[in-house]
Nanobody
């Protein structure tokens, strides 16, 4: 089994910063993709950013230039540094662990952490 535990959410004013952390434990397959998705009230879950085991990273256009993803393969952790936060970044943020294409493993999700950007 794989467990993902997020931390670091909270309330921040517009323009502020937060750092989300996700620690994976259990039977972790490799190579893999770790990343973040978010879901705002009344909206579908959307992709935010991902990073592969070899460091290939991608960002949604809405967060490019403001968010930075990183990972520590030895510790099975992924971080999301969020700067210049906007009210529209308010959502529950979910950590995700997925296999690379062609690999037959399950996708795993964390329980989510709330990020609220408000004055």
């Amino acid at each position: 089994q794989v467990q993902l535990v997020e931390s670091g959410g909270g309330l921040v004013q517009p323009g502020g910063s937060l750092r989300l952390s996700c620690a994976a434990s259990g039977s972790i397959f490799s190579p893999n993709v770790m990343g973040w998705y978010r879901q705002a009230p009344g909206k579908q879950r959307e992709w935010v950013s991902t990073i592969t085991t070899d460091g290939t990273l991608n960002y949604a256009d809405s967060v490019k230039g403001r968010f930075t993803i990183s990972r520590d393969n030895a510790k099975n952790t992924v971080l999301l540094q969020m700067n210049s936060l906007k009210p529209e970044d308010t959502a529950v943020y979910y950590c995700n662990l997925s296999p690379l294409p062609g690999y037959r493993y399950s996708t795993h999700w964390g329980q989510g952490t709330q990020v609220t950007v408000s004055s």
